[in-house]
């Protein structure tokens, strides 16, 4: 049985946002911005963020979901399960190591941050805006991670299918997480609903 018995057995993410619709549009086009707007990281290493975040809550669906669109975007397939254990490995390099410590320390211990954990980023060459790119994903897949979880979506061979065809059909796209949003029904004119 479902978590929630209007959701079906086993739902993707996509269900929940069907069943449970307000915030829905800009929630999404909160992804686009922090994952596919202007920064000083590539698509490759925010979508890696999201699933480093993930992996360390352990939610299965957002940790496979965006371990699968980093690897869309050229990220190696071993590099995060090494980083899962060990944030310094050194095949992120120099400048993401300190910021996935950073992370790491945010979503386990966040009240323990520290200005010397900013400065160590800082040393190694980031900006401030960077970081904060950085954190604004911590926070964001902090909080999916929730929505997920507490929902009961779930990571299965279908729901990791239908993911894989919809990321990889939107390699190109500026805006995937809007998109994905306009698929399920929703747009700004109808944002706390969907489209019938």
Not at 60 to 74: K, P
Not at 100 to 107: F, I, N, P, S, V
Request: net charge negative; charged share 20%; glycine share 8%.
């Amino acid at each position: 049985m479902a978590r929630f018995p209007s959701l079906p057995e086993q739902p993707h993410l996509a269900d929940a946002f069907k069943r449970f619709g307000r915030g829905i549009w800009p929630l999404c086009e909160y992804h686009d911005a922090v994952l596919r707007g202007a920064s000083e990281w590539s698509i490759a290493e925010r979508e890696l963020m999201a699933a480093f975040v993930s992996g360390l809550n352990a939610c299965q669906f957002c940790h496979g979901s965006h371990r699968m669109i980093a690897e869309l975007h050229g990220i190696d397939a071993g590099v995060l399960e090494g980083l899962m254990d060990d944030p310094s490995h050194s095949r992120v390099g120099p400048r993401l190591a300190p910021v996935l410590a950073y992370l790491r320390k945010l979503t386990l211990t966040p009240a323990r941050m520290t200005d010397a954990d900013a400065q160590s980023v800082f040393e190694g060459g980031v900006s401030e805006q960077a970081l904060f790119d950085a954190i604004a994903i911590c926070a964001l897949f902090n909080f999916m991670n929730r929505i997920v979880e507490g929902c009961g979506v779930v990571m299965n061979e279908v729901n990791m299918a239908t993911s894989r065809a919809r990321h990889k059909s939107n390699l190109d796209n500026p805006a995937p997480y809007r998109a994905f949003a306009r698929l399920l029904g929703f747009s700004p004119e109808h944002e706390g609903a969907q489209i019938t």
